[in-house]
């Protein structure tokens, strides 16, 4: 069962990666974010780094990668909290404010 949890994450966590690339690429955006994202290339890569340091946190945490050794961990750790954080950040650059509330 472990598997299909995991399998099942990484295929939407690549769906995530790729809509994002698309937005970079093309400045195609799903029809739900096309109101409220002015910058859809800014956006996209803000995806794709959420989507990498997510799946990366996801690769060492869930499938035992570095095999319990304390540097690689510690380093993927860190750098999938980077990634997360400056994807986040880019996603919040590219968004207009909310004025409903």
């Known amino acids: 069962m472990h598997w299909f ?3 099942t994450a990484a295929l939407l966590l690549g769906g995530l990666v790729v809509c994002g690339a698309v ?6 955006l799903l029809p ?6 002015l910058r859809p290339e800014l956006w996209g890569y803000g995806t794709i780094s959420f989507g990498t340091g997510l799946l990366l946190m996801m690769s060492y945490g869930s499938l035992g990668v570095f095999d319990s050794s304390s540097g690689p ?3 993927a750790f860190l750098a999938s909290m980077v990634l997360m954080a400056a994807g986040g950040y ?3 650059l590219s968004t207009r404010q909310r004025l409903d509330g």
């Open 90 to 92: 880019l996603q919040a």
């Open 5 to 7: 949890i995991v399998g």
């Open 32 to 37: 739900w974010l096309r109101r409220r994202v």
């Open 23 to 28: 937005a970079t690429r093309t400045g195609w």
């Open 73 to 75: 961990v510690d380093g």
